[in-house]
């Protein structure tokens, strides 16, 4: 009886260790995880005979009737430190053309209107990124702006948007670095910044490339109220140089990716909610 009982465990530690031997050369590079592919969001971009002019506002008239894209954004993990109190997420965005202009929408919940730069205090902001070049399909990630080639950036700032719409610029909460302290009493003022508009067009050619281009194309204008920002960007359909500006060919594919900075919980720069690239439908 002995005898059949050590038998009988021999066989098991035998068999065990064989299969502990074929599971580790097997899975020696890792476990296989079934990974869900996920569905790319699609934004439509149709034609309506409509013009906004922003001096004007935002016409909310016009987007109420245009189809809705509910886009997910993730918190950048790139820059420490690396909290999630300022994720902003999901955002609402929606496009139409009218074969002159192209208009994008974006409309997101934040609780405070967040326009004014000063120690501590950082402004609200929102980004567009087109990718640049004749091979226009993107790889997965946007991580960082014009980390995987060329790409044309809109970015808008509310503390800009202040500016340029109701000329309110600041002088006495800002500290130093932003504005020299005398420039009032200077005949000639050279450290104020006037801005042309209330988004930078911008080009990032690689990591810490970004650059604003010698003509700024895109108008945006953005409204706060009651916890949520609404905004509107418009360019030319058209691009001045294909090489420098997004380019929308109707029926052609055209992705873009979105960036939200919530100024109160201390967003500037990397530190932003982040989305995946969005494919863009003209139509």
């Given at each position: 009886m ?14 065990g260790f064989?299969w502990?031997v074929?599971?580790?050369l097997?899975?020696s590079r890792?476990?296989?995880?079934v ?7 699609a934004l439509?971009?149709?034609f309506?005979?409509?013009n906004i002019?922003?001096?004007?506002g ?8 245009l189809?809705?894209?509910k886009v997910?954004l993730?918190y950048q993990v790139?820059?420490?430190?690396w ?10 965005v ?5 074969k002159?202009d192209?208009?994008?929408?974006i409309?997101w919940?934040?609780n405070?209107?967040d ?13 567009i ?6 091979k ?7 991580l960082?702006m014009?980390f995987?080639g ?5 970015h808008w700032?509310a ?10 610029f600041?002088e ?8 020299y302290?005398?420039?009032?009493e200077e005949?000639?003022a050279v450290?104020k910044?006037i801005p042309?508009s209330?988004?930078r ?7 810490g490339?970004?650059t604003?281009k010698?003509?700024?194309?895109v ?14 960007f418009r ?6 140089d294909?090489e420098l500006?997004?380019?929308f060919p109707s029926?052609?594919?055209q992705?873009c990716?979105f960036?939200?900075w ?6 500037r ?6 989305s995946?690239?969005?494919?863009l439908?003209i139509r």
């Amino acid at each position: 009886m002995k005898k059949i009982t050590a038998i009988l465990i021999i066989a098991f530690l035998v068999i065990g260790f064989g299969w502990l031997v074929f599971y580790g050369l097997r899975y020696s590079r890792g476990v296989p995880v079934v990974v869900e592919e996920k569905t790319r969001p699609a934004l439509e971009a149709p034609f309506i005979e409509e013009n906004i002019y922003l001096a004007k506002g935002i016409s909310p008239q016009v987007w109420e009737k245009l189809p809705a894209e509910k886009v997910e954004l993730v918190y950048q993990v790139t820059v420490l430190p690396w909290p999630q109190k300022g994720l902003i997420s999901p955002i609402t965005v929606k496009a139409f053309h009218n074969k002159k202009d192209i208009y994008f929408y974006i409309s997101w919940q934040d609780n405070t209107e967040d326009y004014i730069l000063a120690a501590n205090r950082f402004s609200d902001a929102c980004a567009i990124m087109f990718p640049l070049g004749k091979k226009i399909e993107p790889k997965p990630s946007t991580l960082l702006m014009g980390f995987l080639g060329k790409a044309n950036i809109w970015h808008w700032k509310a503390s800009i948007d202040r500016e340029f719409w109701l000329k309110d610029f600041p002088e006495d909460k800002a500290y130093v670095d932003f504005y020299y302290p005398f420039e009032k009493e200077e005949t000639l003022a050279v450290s104020k910044d006037i801005p042309q508009s209330a988004v930078r067009d911008l080009l990032a050619i690689r990591v810490g490339t970004i650059t604003p281009k010698e003509k700024q194309q895109v108008e945006g204008k953005g409204v706060w109220n009651a916890g949520v920002w609404e905004l509107v960007f418009r360019r030319s359909l058209n691009p001045e140089d294909v090489e420098l500006d997004a380019v929308f060919p109707s029926g052609k594919k055209q992705y873009c990716a979105f960036a939200i900075w919530n100024g109160s919980k201390g967003d500037r720069g990397g530190k932003k909610s982040i989305s995946d690239w969005v494919e863009l439908r003209i139509r």
